[in-house]
């Protein structure tokens, strides 16, 4: 066997830890930029949620990295969905993947009620109290 012939048999390595990515990490990276763009989320916001950069975002949806599992579990939490769903274990529910327009924006607004300092989400969350009181007593 040739050195090209060797080449083309190794798997792809990840620079970062060296691990090969495997089918099975290019299946996980489809589907979480799959669940990531049905939440309406961008890559951006969804990187500022889980404090990574951009370019590891970049790899971990392509399939070039794998996600650590501390990682992998704070993105399901965020995408609303299983760490199992998200590893392809168990199927995404289908109603989980199914929002409307309106659902979309107020997924997003709720993703940034997330990034509020604690006293204004405590605020938001009596208001939002108040007003289902309200709503109820009519």
Same mark, same amino acid.
């Given at each position: 066997?040739?050195?090209?012939?060797? &080449?083309?048999?190794?798997?792809?390595?990840?620079?970062?830890?060296? &691990?090969?990515?495997?089918?099975?990490?290019? =299946?996980?990276?489809?589907?979480?930029? %799959?669940? %990531? *763009?049905?939440?309406?989320?961008? *890559?951006?916001?969804?990187? &500022? &949620?889980?404090? @990574?950069?951009?370019?590891?975002?970049?790899?971990?949806? %392509?399939?070039?990295?794998? @996600?650590?599992?501390?990682?992998?579990?704070?993105?399901? $939490? @965020?995408?609303?969905?299983?760490?199992?769903?998200?590893?392809?274990? $168990?199927?995404?529910?289908?109603?989980?993947?199914?929002? =409307?327009?309106?659902?979309? $924006?107020?997924?997003?607004?709720?993703?940034?009620?997330?990034?509020?300092?604690?006293?204004? *989400?405590?605020?938001?969350?009596?208001?939002?109290?108040?007003?289902?009181?309200? $709503?109820?007593?009519?």
């Amino acid at each position: 066997m040739n050195l090209m012939q060797a &080449q083309l048999k190794e798997p792809e390595v990840a620079e970062e830890n060296r &691990q090969p990515t495997t089918k099975r990490t290019k =299946d996980i990276a489809l589907r979480l930029s %799959r669940l %990531r *763009q049905q939440r309406a989320i961008n *890559q951006r916001d969804f990187c &500022q &949620q889980l404090d @990574i950069s951009q370019p590891m975002m970049s790899h971990y949806e %392509r399939g070039e990295r794998r @996600i650590p599992s501390d990682l992998l579990v704070e993105m399901a $939490k @965020i995408l609303c969905v299983s760490a199992d769903e998200l590893l392809g274990l $168990k199927a995404v529910k289908k109603n989980a993947l199914e929002m =409307d327009d309106e659902t979309k $924006k107020l997924w997003k607004k709720f993703q940034q009620f997330n990034k509020l300092p604690e006293h204004d *989400q405590r605020a938001v969350t009596r208001l939002i109290n108040s007003l289902s009181r309200t $709503k109820k007593a009519s």
